[in-house]
């Protein structure tokens, strides 16, 4: 046996060597030599708690018409997945007074985990609906934008595209670092994908499907102020609802800033949501 598994591992070196090209065979080793720090895959009947953190409206942002709230109306497990649900619900008052019409959801890891450099990926399914804001990112433990933020997908409703962004002191905001992904017509951004950032001390690289379609690098961002991605992060899924992003891009301003009727419609009818198969972080 031993004699076996000796001779299948050279037989897989020599392939590796005689098939692979060079950036590859970094690859299929880094691959190897990776252990993972942190998955889910959702597969129980609720949240892991252990792993997440849901939260509540306290501080609100970028305009956006939603309240965050705890409920399994709005984050649930079905079929194996997360799924995290917008709702409308016109008059809701948060416990600080704040007035919304639609209540969601937001997930983090603060405090329960937070990694500095390796890959964080999850594969993601999405709604259409213009001025729908999902997002799935990294933050810095503390002050903004000084410990940075980094944004493997944000989509706000155009389904042919999604974007990645990165911000940190001197580049935040109208950010000079996001990119987009145009999508083929019948593989959309409704459709499956794999959104990954490989974060090292140098770079963020995004890869979506496992191609790059963005790189930001030390030397870039030092044009415009400190790299702000030398300290760890942890993991934010969420979806918003119209706001400051998704306004720019489809100019509503009724009924709602950045969500038309016909969107308030998809979520009143339950068709409003963003999928996560699995997130998972590795490092090597």
Known sequence: MKFLITTLFFIISFLISSHLSAQNKTAVIEKVNSRVVFFDDFSGNKLDRSKWNVEITGNHFNDELQAYVDSSLTCYIENNSL??????APGFVTKDGQKFDFISARLNTKSKFDFKYGTAEARIKLSDGEGLWPAWWLLGNNVWPETGEIDIMEYVGEKDWVSAA???KGYFGETPFVNRQYFDKNNDATQWH??????TPESLVFKYDGVVMFRVTKTMTNHYGQWS???NKHLILNFALGG???VKINGVKKPYFGLPASTVELIKNGKAKMYIDWVKVTQH
């Open 83 to 88: 799924v995290l649900e917008p709702k409308y």
């Open 166 to 168: 990165v911000h940190g």
């Open 194 to 199: 794999t959104y990954a950032v490989d974060w």
């Open 229 to 231: 991605f030398d300290t």
């Open 244 to 246: 400051a992003y998704p």
